[in-house]
Each structure stands twice: as structure tokens, then as C-alpha cells.
């Protein structure tokens, strides 16, 4: 559980650590949850003076480098407000839950309800967590943390070059060159 400081200088140290932590842990499954103190998102944020795009571009950097993101959820968009009315209101989306693939993969029906705030200022969070159950095999996700990866392009090179036999249409040796990416990826990814 987090919950970070109010102050973007202080929130730095939770970078550091969360990727300390991201690096001990490795490849096995890890969720963290609860008051980041920064949206993502400019749609994240209802009325109040300004975006700070610097805390939103660190916040992300820092998902993006420990390889986690937001899980599935639903209920309130807007899971913290300031409890005042009128051209005073301010609500965000403060609060999150975030998973890495592995999570996914050992939880894939795993999701996070937000309620409604009651006497906090927080929306309280209930996250339902169940075994992996099959239900066939998973869609390809691209992720946009691959492209800065060095070996990138070349893997995607390589599957694209790899000849297929199409004797019917163009559209259709598009189509298994496309699979044939696809596939080195998700080996890639693993």
C-alpha cells in the first residue's frame, strides 16, 4: 500500500524506491495500490488551478520503468475530491491500483472497485483477486516500454524479412507477416 507525499520534491524518494523494489522483485507477480498523490492523466482531474505535466511525466516514468499498470477497475472516476462545492471543488483520480504482467497472468480476472467517499476525502478500494482460469489463449497487447528496448526494432525486422508463402493476395501475406511479428514479440516479451 502507498501512500505518497503531497509534495512532488518528496515524491521522488518513492521512485527510488519503488524501483528498488521493482528490481528485487523481478518476474514474479506484485501490485501496489492505494494514494499516489498525482494523476496521470489530464481527463484525471476535475476544475483547480494547474496540471503539474512535471509530477505526471515523473509518475509515469516511474510506472513505465517498474513495468506496472493501471489494473482493470470500476466504479468513481474520480476517487478523491476536496469535499467543497461551487468554483472550490477539486476531484482527481489520486488513487489507483497497479500490476505488473505477471500479476496479469497468474490473476487475470483480478480488478479494483472504487465506492463511494463517505467521510474521507478517499474513495475506499476493494480489489478482487482470483486464481488464473484458461479461457484460451490471450490477445496480443503491444507496449509502448518495447520501443525504446535496443533489440526492438531489429526482432521486428527479423520476423517481418522471414518469407511466407501467400498465393492468393497481397493482403494475405500481409496478414502472416503481421503474425509472424506478432508471434516473435510475444516470444521477445517472455
Not at 476517487?79 to 497497479?98: M, P
Not at 533489440?151 to 525486422?157: E, I, K, W, Y
Request: glycine share 6%; with cysteine; charged share 20%.
Amino acid at each position: 500500500m502507498v501512500h505518497a507525499h503531497n509534495s512532488p520534491s518528496q515524491r521522488i524518494h518513492l521512485g527510488t524506491d519503488l524501483r528498488t523494489i521493482a528490481n528485487q522483485i523481478g518476474n514474479q507477480p506484485w501490485g501496489l495500490g492505494r494514494d499516489f498523490n498525482v494523476i496521470r492523466y489530464c481527463h484525471e482531474k476535475q476544475d483547480g488551478e494547474h496540471l503539474d505535466m512535471d509530477a505526471m511525466d515523473s509518475f509515469n516514468g516511474c510506472i513505465e520503468d517498474i513495468g506496472v499498470n493501471d489494473l482493470r477497475c470500476a466504479g468513481f472516476p474520480f476517487i478523491w475530491s476536496n469535499k467543497r462545492t461551487g468554483n472550490q471543488r477539486i476531484a482527481c483520480k489520486l488513487d489507483r491500483v497497479l500490476v505488473n504482467e505477471e500479476w496479469l497472468s497468474s490473476f487475470p480476472s483480478s480488478h479494483a472497485s472504487f465506492a463511494s467517499p463517505d467521510i474521507s476525502d478517499h474513495s475506499p478500494i476493494s480489489l478482487a483477486i482470483q486464481p488464473s482460469t484458461s479461457f484460451g489463449p490471450k490477445p496480443f497487447k503491444y507496449f509502448d516500454m518495447w520501443s525504446s528496448h535496443l533489440s526492438f526494432l531489429a526482432t521486428v525486422q527479423e520476423a517481418w524479412d522471414k518469407p511466407v508463402l501467400a498465393f492468393s493476395t497481397p493482403l494475405i501475406a500481409f496478414s502472416k507477416k503481421f503474425r509472424n511479428v506478432k508471434t516473435a514479440l510475444k516470444e521477445w516479451n517472455s
